[in-house]
């Protein structure tokens, strides 16, 4: 599975950003799909996560209610919209693919990963 990340950018606190994910799998609408963030200096951590059919998400408390995870599998993409950004949502995000029947939060479970995308909340 190839996956590839985009949409990031500069945007000053409180913008929004959408990040999308594209992945090169004719299986996508099988496969879990998750969004993770390394911010400088820290280790990477779990962001968000739905299951294959979008029916269920999960979600980091950082995150919980300002951003949302989605999927359009007619296009083998996924989605992350960040509303209400803060500085401290700057990171590096990336996309990362696995296939189980649960949402999973641990990068260890996630053995398809895409490169990343700078997310850059500032004033």
């Known amino acids: 599975v190839q996956l590839q990340a985009s949409g990031g950018g500069l945007v000053q606190p409180g913008g929004s950003l959408r990040l999308s994910c594209a992945a090169n799998?004719?299986?996508?609408?099988?496969?879990?799909m998750g969004w993770f963030r390394q911010a400088p200096g820290k280790e990477r951590e779990f962001v968000a996560a739905?299951?294959?059919?979008?029916?269920?998400?999960n979600y980091a408390d950082s995150v919980k209610g300002r951003f949302t995870i989605s999927r359009d599998n007619a296009k083998n993409t996924v989605y992350l919209q960040m509303n209400s950004l803060k500085p401290e949502d700057t990171a590096v995000y990336y996309c990362?693919?696995?296939?189980?029947?649960?949402?999973?939060?641990?990068?260890?479970?996630?053995?398809?990963w895409g490169r990343g995308t700078l997310v850059t909340v500032s004033s």
């Open positions: 990362a693919a696995e296939v189980g029947l649960v949402i999973r939060r641990s990068q260890n479970e996630y053995p398809y």
């Open positions: 799998e004719r299986t996508f609408s099988s496969i879990n």
């Open positions: 739905i299951i294959w059919s979008g029916g269920r998400t």
